[in-house]
């Protein structure tokens, strides 16, 4: 995964290839007896599921939503194949719909799910909400609903209240006719509202729909002025892999008033001599945030016809996640500003570039030092398809950064540009033709002597992914704790490799050299085919999604896959310390990068969190199933894990393409503000993170 950590709520990858169909052999779950396409209110429907292939007869979950407001199950665990009794709500919830689903317990990725209109009793008065309200509001922002009544013979319509009182908003009218509308506002501060539509006619016919008002980020909802690096890597509409990387200058209201930018692609197409030279754009975001950035540039095989979209979501002033957003490719990245004077390069970095070579995925880093004078020492790991190289070593050169922040490498006949966001991040691509690999570099701590004791006893969460290996398609994600002394304690992960997705315990070891390059193993068995990674220590005051922002979580190393079923690439994270307990609230900026066998898909988004209820928006990529969807809702329900502090699954809601999905992620917490999320699919697996806005 060429950008280390892109997280994914994208229901439909990386790089230049797609996943496997899953295991034959895993856990598959189906209902075996379905419950009814429609149900009356407060309606009974005995249902079950069975699960086929596990071993420890583990038995069926039962789920539903929109949660608090889709029904009721007894008993909400079965055993495969067992009948349970589905209880319809009192009343029909946002939509009319609830969507029922069955979990194998023993393997979280395995679902089944089924739909279910919810009517009115028969002979009674019912409501439901015909156009409801988004998951998520602005602060004073307004939105148009309605609701139609059913089994009210005098017509009496509709009236619309909220909770909390006094501070959930308002309604003009505050009552309206049977499917006339109704304008919501919200109020001036965040609150998680409950909007309710009740018959005027019936003192118990009544639809409710949560809304989680959001404050606007209280820096500031757009990026200042100032000069910025961006980069991004994925797949173009040819499904070639193809990275790009750059600097632009905006102005305070946004507009691009100068930059240069170089990108490649595995259809040979790559950037003139020099960088191409960015003419124009403009950046626009909302109060959430969420935004759009327009990049055009003198070479017309970029983007579209030469222009690029990108969709953007603000973390912080500095700082934005971005997602490109038009025809011409889908990918993932950030844009960070430029907090140095271009020049000089200097000192030990570690580095990891990922991407393509040919029809074979390509990834090689380790450590470099730049002298001050133009000239590297270079010691590298590379795997190319499972073909793995160790410890090489070799000399570069460079040339000093130009007033963009723009410079020049070379070692080992590969060709990089790089551009500074500061002087211990650097943003890298690979321009040599047909080779689109893409990274970042990062200093290491200055005048240090390593060993197995830098990394101390401490808790990491670590991160291992690519989505076109040789032979396996994988992600994985976890946590590990080391004791300074070469080994790994404990730990737990969780890795879908070619569409099977498991949970276990980890234990491991690692090795450390003087210089900071090493080794970390995870003991085979319970992490699938992921086990060796070359390690390449950093300095742990970078913060690993935002270099701008103080490390709450640092970066502790970078990560190689060097087994030889797999190609990927991660990041070790030194967590926070976190007192009194893993916990998490507000808005979080989403990013994602996903694989399906269609293709790759990016998106960004808003997450609220609130409590366990989690909701949000979402603007999506998905070229090559559904193209781009805007404003596209999410829901769900974080559940701690009570054993593995820090770690939380949550199932996510969405409707892509006018359809209904369903999506598994696990999310690990490197701090407060800043969270891993890896999906759990058989379908579908990607990457990401959640990053705190502020």
Known sequence: MANLLLLTVYFSGCGGSVSSPANPTSPSIAMTNKPPTSLSAGGTANISATVSNDSSNAGVDWSCAPSASCGSFSPAHSASGAMTTYTAPASAPAGGTVTITATSTSTHSATAVATVSITAASGQVGVALSTPPPASLAVNATTTISATVTGDSSNAGVDWTCTPTGTCGSFNPAHTASGASTTYTGPAAAVAAVITAKATASSTAKATANVNVTAAISTGTTLGAGTYVFYVSGQDASKGAYSVAGALTLDATGNITSGKQDFASATAVTTTAGGDVITAGKLTAGTNGIGTLTVTTSNV??????????????????????????????????????????????????????????????????????????????????????????????????????????????????????????????????????????????????????????????????????????????????????????????????????????????????????????????????????????????????????????????????????????????????????????????????????????????????????????????????????????????????????????????????????????????????????????????????LGTLQQQH
């Open 301 to 686: 095989a970029s983007g579209v016809a030469g222009t690029e979209t990108f969709s953007v979501v603000v973390v912080n002033t500095k700082h934005a996640v971005i997602a490109e957003f038009d025809g011409g490719a889908t990918s993932s990245g950030t844009i960070d500003l430029q907090t140095i004077a271009p020049g000089e390069i200097n000192g030990p970095f570690a580095f990891i570039v990922a991407g393509q070579s040919g029809t074979k995925a390509e990834e090689f880093g380790g450590l470099f030092s730049a002298d001050g004078a133009g000239n590297l020492h270079v010691t590298v790991d590379s795997n190319t398809g499972g073909a793995i190289s160790r410890g090489g070593s070799n000399v570069g050169t460079y040339t000093a950064a130009d007033a963009s922040g723009r410079g020049t490498m070379a070692f080992g006949g590969n060709n990089f540009v790089y551009y500074i966001v500061n002087p211990k991040v650097l943003r890298l691509v690979v321009v040599n033709l047909g080779e689109p690999d893409s990274g970042s570099a990062y200093a290491q701590t200055a005048n240090t002597t390593f060993s197995n004791a830098s990394l101390g006893t401490n808790s990491f969460v670590f991160t291992n992914a690519s989505a076109f290996s040789s032979t396996a398609f994988y992600a994985a994600a976890g946590q590990l704790k080391t004791d300074g002394a070469g080994n790994l304690t404990s730990g737990f992960a969780d890795v879908v490799e070619n569409g099977h997705a498991t949970s276990a315990a980890v234990t491991g070891t690692y090795t450390i050299n003087g210089s900071g390059y090493g080794t970390l193993t995870l003991t085979p068995g319970n992490t699938q085919d992921v086990s060796v990674m070359g390690l390449y220590l950093v300095d742990p005051s970078i913060n690993f999604s935002d270099p701008n922002s103080p490390a709450d979580a640092g970066l502790g190393a970078l990560l190689l896959d060097l087994d030889t079923k797999l190609t990927g690439n991660g990041i070790l994270i030194l967590s926070a310390p976190t007192t009194p307990a893993y916990t998490f609230a507000g808005n979080y900026a989403l990013s994602t990068q996903s694989s399906t066998t269609a293709g790759e898909g990016d998106a960004v988004g808003v997450f609220t969190v609130n409590g366990t209820a989690v909701t949000g928006t979402q603007n999506l990529n998905d070229l090559f199933s559904t193209g781009q969807g805007s404003a596209i809702g999410i829901s769900g329900t974080l559940v701690p894990d009570l054993v593995h502090a820090g770690r939380f699954t949550i199932p996510v809601a969405a409707t892509i393409g006018g359809q209904p999905k369903t999506a598994n992620y696990v999310v690990y917490q490197a701090s407060s503000s800043q969270l891993v999320v890896i999906q759990v699919d058989a379908t579908q697996f990607g």
